[in-house]
Structures are given as C-alpha cells and as structure tokens.
C-alpha cells in the first residue's frame, strides 16, 4: 500500500470503493459524470442549481446489509452536471459547411491561380504542397476532432498516434515549444459562460427539462409510476436522456407498478 516512503490506506479506502460505484452508475444512467450527494453538498450554491439529481439508492447491496435496518441504511443521491459534448462538433459542421458554401467561389479563382503558377516550376515542389494543405483542410472539414497545429493535422484524441509527444516536440525535445505552439489557455471562470458552454447546456437550460425530470421523478420515488412514466416520456420525445430511459426500463419492466419492497430508492 503506497510506497516504502509514504503508506497511504486511501488506496483502498471507502473513498475509493465509493467513485469505483459512481464510475459503475454512469453506464446504468447513460451519464458522462455523476457525483455523489456529498460531493454535491459542498459546491457554491450558484453550482449546485446548474446540477440535477438523478436517483437516489442504498450503498452495500450485500447479504448482510440486507438485514440492516432502516434507521442505519446509508442512502446516496446521485447528482450530474448535464453537458452535450456532441453539440460542439455539430456546430462545428455547420459552420464548416456555411464557410465552403460563402467561399467556393474564391476558392476556385484560387485554385486556378496556384495551377497557373505550379505549372512554372520544374520540381513540382508547389503542387505537392497544395495537395497536402488540401488534404489536411479535407480531413478537418470531415472530422472536427482534427485541429492544424503549425501547419502539421493533429488529432486531439488521446489514442490517436498523430499527437506529437514532448520528446518529439524538436530537435532538441523543446516540450515548451509544443505547449506554445498548441497555445494551451488558462483556466478562467468565465469558460463556464463562454460561447461553448451555452452551446452543450442548450438542451438543458430551456426552463422546462430540470422542472419536467424533478417531477416525474418525485413521482417515481413515492410510487406514482403512472405519472411518472408519463413525464418520462414527455422528457424523450424532446431529447435523449439516459436517466429517463432507464427510469422507463425500471417502470416497463415491473409492468408499471411499484415492486413488491419498493422504498423509493434504488440498489447500487
């Protein structure tokens, strides 16, 4: 546990078993982040009203807990901070497409000039390089996970053997020359009312997707499954929301009616 220097128990600790649980929920709820209600109860309040609960259950799902009673069943709600990364890339592509569109035909004046002035060199070294700028600008205007760094197409995702490393940032391994070419911003507060981030939250800031799940999921947890079911519903046909279809799952799959044991409150 730790090192020969430092033992560090938190390895292993409830802390640890605690965001392995979380981790786990995210794929039953179709989250890409979840936090626990501890977690929750220490943000500013500004924060904590940008987040949505998501369910509430019982930790310890084991045989012996089975038999605790009520008074020392531990319960965790579940909270999300709700975020459309894909909103990003979509707008992306349409602003792509607008800017082909607006520029095609400058393009084409532009292509006809630079075969004009290509075909005046004997070593053809001018067309080689238009038909990799041209290819670099195809794979950006398919993908926008690619991004032109110094005139090189690198790929952003981490599996990807186009990023460059540090230690092939030059010649002589200048990994500060990378970090300033890649131009790697601060942190400030105001990302989180930045263009970007209205555009992910869209979805979810039009006064009615927080109200709607906040009711249908009352609902659940006092065992109206009708209504629930039907706010659920409402929710889906406006948008996809992982924790409304699972809720729907839970619903459908107990024929509409609280099962037999039910108190408002799900296992991990």
């Known amino acids: 546990i730790g090192s ?4 560090d128990a938190t390895y292993i600790s409830e802390a640890v078993e605690r965001s392995e649980t979380l981790e786990s ?4 709820y179709g989250l890409i982040n979840l936090m626990s209600d501890a977690f929750y109860n220490i943000l500013s309040p500004h924060v904590r009203r940008r987040c949505r609960q998501v369910d509430r259950v019982k930790l310890g799902s084991n045989a012996e807990d089975d038999f605790c009673v009520d008074e020392t069943t531990e319960i965790m709600s579940l909270y999300t901070f ?3 990364v894909d909103a990003l890339s979509q ?9 082909k569109k607006n520029t095609s035909g400058m393009e084409r004046g532009s292509k006809r000039r630079s075969l004009l002035f290509s075909s005046s060199k004997s070593d053809g070294s001018s067309n080689i390089i238009d038909r990799l700028e041209a290819q670099v600008l195809s794979q950006s205007a398919r993908n926008p996970s690619f991004r032109s760094v110094s005139g090189t197409a690198v790929s952003i995702r981490g599996d990807s053997p186009n990023i460059p490393s540090t230690k092939d940032a030059g010649q002589n391994g200048d990994s500060v020359s990378l970090l300033n070419e890649l131009h790697l911003a601060p942190y400030s507060t105001d990302v989180w009312m930045s263009k970007e981030m209205r555009l992910m939250r869209q979805s979810y800031t039009d006064g009615i997707f927080f109200s709607t799940f906040a009711s249908a999921l009352d609902s659940f947890f006092i065992g109206d499954w009708k209504d629930s079911k039907a706010k659920f ?15 729907l799952s839970v619903i459908d799959a107990n024929n509409g009616s609280p099962y037999t044991g039910f108190k408002g409150y799900g296992d991990v």
Do not use: C, M, V, W
Not at 4 to 7: A, E, H, P, S
Not at 25 to 28: F, G, P, S, V
């Open 4 to 7: 020969q220097r430092k033992i």
């Open 25 to 28: 929920l995210t794929k039953r």
């Open 82 to 84: 709700d975020i459309n």
């Open 91 to 99: 707008e992306s592509d349409r602003e792509l497409h607008l800017k």
């Open 233 to 247: 519903i409402a929710i889906l046909e406006r948008s996809k929301d992982g924790p409304s279809s699972y809720f």
